[in-house]
């Protein structure tokens, strides 16, 4: 019994990690060139995704007006989970997720659950982002040439339709691009980036005007539950603080830069994400927003009477959301590959193309399952999925931070939490207090994919792990006995 | 065997002979230096075009008697002009004539000194030419008594690939050179907003590197396996860069260097035709190449 509780929780040495990406290449030895303007552009491009382009209307018709609070929670928790992320990026020096760090700091077993939850983090939203898409490329069909693809193509069959045509069609051209090996430039993300808070900016601007303080009369028709539920829902759009975290070893100054940038990407995103949410609720009464499609530019058509602004905004989405689904296509095949690199799935998902140089198997079993979701779920339930996939794997970082603070507290950190244990344990109290006021069915199939994630780990990886096979001694540091 | 030089009286010629010299010196080959010059229209017809005719083969054999001036006394070489449609026809047609074993060329001058360049004649030979094809980078000049000290062979890991490594070592053989097998990994760092740190990349690089430094090996052995006279030094070497010239001169070049390079597996089996990383290589390289055609490969690999 207790050699299965070691197997279980077996933890992969960094050093080894290192050595399988190349880190004594000397590929990775990165100038540190990052200071503290760049990185907070980072943490803001990275999280004003897309969350924000649909988000409302799910989370405004359960919190009401008081959307806003649901923000300024979420972005507490964000910010404090993106704290607790950098710790752990800056102690365990490997490339990925929290996946690898899982593996390093707590061991094989929880590793698979964070891997559970970085599918739902990286797949799902990718699939929920897809479905967004589709909703503003209809809009924008319907302002440009007066027609819109029909309900039964662009509908998950839940909501009347028979399957979600282009969402899939998106997922497919983004596929593509990735199995050509394809990847998108700086040059082009900050494009991307300026596109995004350009729309946001427009939105708030033009929506001014249709301000009618009656609709902030009734400004917390569902009390506290109604806020913390709504801001589990829109956790979603604050994905992408912790891309600051992941440069870690290209900033200057980290123990400064690190905290001050996440701070000021939180405060710019979430100011903007609140203005947008004010002028929102402002401009319609909240059981409008119920089922509202392509929702900011259906309510910047009703405000202005013209249609040009919806359709510039429904383009910078429909421009802006490609490439984030894109993006976050790419994360899932390198976490899988990650995984199939472990032994923790089949080899096929490891299989590099010598041409084209990416894993194209793992590439297309990828789409296929994404396609399948967005062309068959709703997109509230894909968010929420999302949200707590990406809330759970937050939880075990923080939890992470403390158990590597006990079991290793000589390893050299880049970055340590300030206020520590206070930050991890708020980021955890945090976590919970979303996680718990989601919807019921929404944690009960949370539980069961985590449960099925498990399933294939005994069935499957506990035997195949190359940890396992290979019978590696030495944990991390070699600190343990 | 003969090797063919297309010669203009230019820069672009002067940097041909300068490669043929070094082939030739290397493998012990003669030279045949060829002026191609159109053919006349309509043959039999009374000669109304005989002054410009007689210009013609004077600028040739002007143009002849200074590539004689250029070529050092250690090679042997014949000089020819030759009447044809188009360069690139006539310069075939020479080389099924002497049955050549290469066609050597030079740059157009439109591009960057030391890189090669393709012009009107050498693409179109590039594309459609039965035979190898040796390149050399604009402005090519070499010191006296420099021969091919090695060859190196683009590895793509298909299966035309293998053929193309034994052909190198076939020309390397008789080259006397060393034979260096090299792919190119050319990758960019993944953008910040995937959250998975910018060297997420580097796994999936690693493994690729894995698998194509097994492929060259088996290569490698291949050749030990089927040739007799093994050139001396058979080293692997893979480019890392962020784009092609990066990843190209990631590897390191030196004088007496010649890159070998096969064509795509799309066009005709006999012919050459570039693919797309063929034409990458093509362009950045520091050295002269061969560009080998897929059937030209499969022969030499079997003639040893």
Redesign the interface.
């Known amino acids: 019994m207790a050699s299965l509780v070691q197997q279980l929780f077996r933890r992969k040495p960094v050093t080894e990690m290192a050595e ?4 004594d290449t000397g ?2 030895e ?1 100038a540190r060139t990052i200071g503290l303007f760049q990185l907070s552009m ?1 943490g803001i ?2 999280t004003i ?1 897309t969350g924000i382009f649909f988000v409302l209307s799910e989370a405004v018709p359960v919190a009401g007006p008081a959307v806003i609070w649901s923000f300024v929670m979420a972005g507490a928790v964000a910010g404090l989970t993106a704290i607790c992320y950098a710790e752990l ?1 800056s102690a365990v020096p490997v ?3 929290s996946y690898s760090y899982a593996y390093a700091t707590l061991g094989e077993l929880p590793a698979i659950g964070v891997a559970a939850c970085l599918l739902l983090e990286y797949g799902v939203s990718a699939a929920a982002v897809a479905v967004g898409w589709s909703q503003y490329l209809n809009e924008l069909f319907d302002n440009l040439f007066g027609f819109m693809i029909p309900d039964s193509l662009s509908q998950a069959p839940e909501q009347g339709g028979i399957f979600n045509l282009p969402a899939v069609i998106l997922i497919g051209l983004c596929t593509l691009l990735l199995i050509r ?1 394809a ?4 040059k082009v ?1 900050a494009v991307m980036v300026m596109i995004k808070i350009g729309i946001l900016l427009l939105f708030i601007v033009l929506g001014l005007q249709g301000w009618n303080s009656d609709n902030l009369s009734d400004f917390t028709p569902f009390g506290l539950s109604g806020i913390t539920t709504a801001a589990g829902i829109i956790f979603f759009s604050y ?2 603080l ?2 600051v975290s ?3 070893e ?1 900033v200057k100054n980290p123990r400064r830069t690190m905290p001050l940038a996440i701070l000021i990407a939180l405060v710019t995103v979430t100011t903007l994400y609140i203005l947008v949410s004010v002028v929102a609720v402002a401009a319609q009464p909240y059981p409008e927003f119920d089922g509202q499609e392509a929702g900011l530019a259906a309510i910047l058509e009703d405000v202005t009477g013209s249609t040009w602004p919806a359709t510039l905004l429904a383009a910078g989405a429909v421009i802006s959301i490609f490439s ?1 689904t894109l ?2 296509l ?2 899932q095949t ?2 899988l ?2 995984m199939a ?1 472990d032994g923790m799935l089949p080899e096929l998902f ?1 299989k ?1 193309n ?2 084209t ?3 194209v198997p793992n590439t297309i079993i990828v789409a296929v399952v994404i396609a399948l979701l967005a062309g068959l779920i709703p997109i509230n339930f894909l968010a929420e999925m999302t949200s707590i996939g990406t809330l759970v794997a937050f939880l075990v970082v923080s939890i992470g931070v403390m158990v590597l603070r006990r079991t290793h507290p000589d390893l050299p950190r880049g970055f340590k939490v300030p206020l520590y244990p206070i930050t991890p344990i708020l980021s955890i109290v945090g976590c919970i207090w979303i996680i718990q006021d989601l919807r019921p069915v929404t944690i009960f199939v949370f539980l069961i994919w985590v449960g099925v994630a498990l399933v294939w780990y005994f069935l499957y990886g506990f035997k195949h792990s190359h940890l396992g096979r290979h019978e590696h001694v030495g944990l991390i540091h070699d600190e343990e006995p | 065997m003969t090797m063919i030089v297309g010669y203009a009286p230019d820069e672009r010629g002067k940097a041909a002979l300068h490669l043929a010299t070094m082939l030739s010196r290397s493998s012990g080959e003669e030279l045949v230096v060829c002026v191609v010059v159109p053919a006349p229209w309509l043959p039999g017809m009374a000669r109304v075009d005989a002054e410009y005719r007689e210009y013609l083969e004077k600028t040739a054999e002007q143009a002849l008697d200074l590539a004689r001036s250029y070529l050092p006394p250690d090679v042997t070489a014949t000089f020819t002009r030759h009447s044809a449609r188009s360069a690139p026809a006539g310069l075939l047609e020479v080389a099924e004539q002497y049955d050549a074993s290469m066609v050597v060329l030079g740059s157009s001058s439109a591009g960057a000194f030391g890189r090669i360049v393709l012009g009107s004649v050498t693409d179109r030979l590039v594309h459609s030419a039965p035979l190898p094809i040796a390149l050399a980078t604009r402005g090519f000049r070499i010191r006296p008594e420099t021969k091919v000290r090695r060859l190196t062979a683009a590895y793509g890991g298909s299966a035309s690939a293998q053929s193309l490594v034994l052909a190198a070592a076939a020309i390397a053989a008789k080259f006397g050179a060393a034979i260096r097998i090299a792919s190119f990994a050319v990758w960019s760092r993944p953008p910040y907003t995937t959250r998975l740190g910018t060297d997420s990349e580097d796994l999936v690089l690693q493994e690729w590197i894995a698998e194509l430094t097994q492929a060259m090996q088996d290569a490698v052995g291949r050749v030990r396996e089927r040739t007799d006279e093994v050139p001396e030094v058979v080293e692997t070497v893979i480019g890392q860069g962020e784009s092609w010239p990066d990843a190209i001169e990631d590897i390191g070049w030196d004088e007496g260097d010649v890159m070998v390079v096969g064509s795509s597996e799309l066009g005709p089996v006999a012919k050459v035709f570039l693919g797309s990383r063929a034409t990458r290589i093509l362009r950045h390289s520091p050295v002269p190449v061969v560009v080998v055609p897929r059937g030209a490969a499969e022969d030499l690999a079997d003639q040893e």
Do not use: C, K, M
């Open positions: 399988e990406t190349g880190a590929q990775t990165l980072f491009g990275a995704g990026a490339s990925g997720s090996g990847s998108e430039s700086a993300n994905i992408g912790d891309a992941t440069a870690g290209e984030v993006v976050v790419y994360g390198r976490i590959f990650a690199r490891h590099v010598p041409r140089l990416t894993p």
